[in-house]
Structures are given as structure tokens and as C-alpha cells.
């Protein structure tokens, strides 16, 4: 019956053991820790919620469709299964379902502890917020679309290294003006060596 009972609260995420308690699959998402700045994986927890609960048909019919049994034959079965498990928690022992967890009773009422679920493949993740330093973006302000080193001279913000508009430093940047610059002491000297050989003649 274990094989049934974990297949059946895996398609249904619904699993009702009479006189019990009934089974519950619930979905955790993924979780953010601040302080660790680590992400954990989303997974699938198994909830038990002890309870005086009847027969699931569903359940029978399914086990019923499995082996190929009459559902006599199974309820029969399964009947004899959870009396098993009850003499055994009566009895102060621990039942375990396999692939589900383990029941125990204590004051008289049923306790469940799952089966632990291993991590290996679902390991928290790292998860640090990236910052571009002297990067520009695009930045949304009202109704204009502006740059953030536009925002960035609007707002009288100086930063260590200045940027270009293409993102870069000015260590970075190409030479927009040097040439004009060169070109312009070049001429200079031209003009001087000309006048200079003119006035020694």
C-alpha cells in the first residue's frame, strides 16, 4: 500500500488515512534571504493535519485501477493496512510511510514528521544586487526618457570618474578634439618658421 498511498498524494497532493489525519502537498515558492543575500529553490512541502477523517473513495478506486483488484478486495486491504497502522501507534511505536515521512503518537494524538528532502540539486543560490558603477542608463523622469548622467548634471551630482554620453570615462574615451588641438600648434610652428625665414632675408 505505501507505493499506492505516495503516488496517489503525489498526482492529487491529497492523501485521507481514516481515523487519521489526511495529507496535504503544498507549494513554496521561492524565497529571498536578506541577511544571507542568498535565494532558496521553490519545493514542495507535505502538510498532516490529524483528523477523524472517513474513507477516500478516490483513493480506493485508484488503488483499485493499479492492481487490477475489485474494490472489495481493496477496500479490504487498505482497511487491514491502517489498522496495522493504528496498532502501531497505539502500541507507541513509529510508522513510516515510505517516501512520505513518519507517524508517531503522543498524548494521544498523531504527530508527523516528513521525510527530510534533500538539497543537493536545490541549493540556495547566491543573490547580490548588481551595481554598475559610472554606467548610463536610461531613466524615466515624468514623461521624458533621460540619461542618468543627464539626471546626473541636473542634480549637481559629481562622481569619482566622469562619464561620456557612450558610457565610457574619460580615461576610457577616444580623443574627440586632440587632433584639432595638434593640428592647431602645428600651424602655429608653420606660421613661425615661415615668418622667421622671411624676416632673415
Excluded at 514623461?143 to 542634480?155: F, I, N, V
Aim: hydrophobic share 45%; charged share 15%; aromatic share 8%.
Amino acid at each position: 500500500m505505501h507505493q499506492y498511498c505516495l503516488s496517489y498524494l503525489s498526482l492529487y497532493k491529497n492523501l485521507v488515512l481514516p481515523g487519521l489525519g489526511s495529507f496535504t502537498v503544498e507549494h513554496k515558492p521561492a524565497s529571498l534571504q536578506f541577511a544571507d543575500k542568498t535565494i532558496d529553490a521553490p519545493s514542495k512541502a507535505i502538510a498532516f493535519v490529524p483528523s477523524n477523517s472517513l474513507y477516500d473513495s478516490g483513493l480506493v478506486r485508484y488503488i483499485a485501477s493499479c492492481t487490477g483488484l475489485t474494490i472489495d478486495e481493496i477496500t479490504e486491504q487498505f482497511s487491514a493496512f491502517i489498522n496495522d497502522m493504528q496498532a502501531q501507534l497505539n502500541s507507541g511505536l513509529v510508522f513510516v510511510l515510505h517516501g512520505i515521512g513518519s507517524l508517531s503518537k503522543q498524548n494521544e494524538v498523531v504527530q508527523f514528521k516528513p521525510l527530510a528532502a534533500s538539497g543537493l540539486f536545490f541549493a540556495p543560490m547566491a543573490a547580490q544586487k548588481v551595481i554598475r558603477q559610472n554606467a548610463i542608463h536610461q531613466v524615466r523622469v515624468g514623461e521624458e526618457d533621460k540619461t542618468s548622467a543627464e539626471m546626473h548634471t541636473q542634480l549637481g551630482i559629481v562622481s569619482d570618474t566622469a562619464l561620456t554620453e557612450d558610457g565610457l570615462t574619460d580615461d576610457d574615451a577616444p580623443p574627440k578634439e586632440k587632433w584639432l588641438q595638434h593640428a592647431l600648434i602645428l600651424a602655429a610652428i608653420g606660421i613661425a618658421i615661415i615668418a622667421l625665414y622671411f624676416f632673415t632675408r
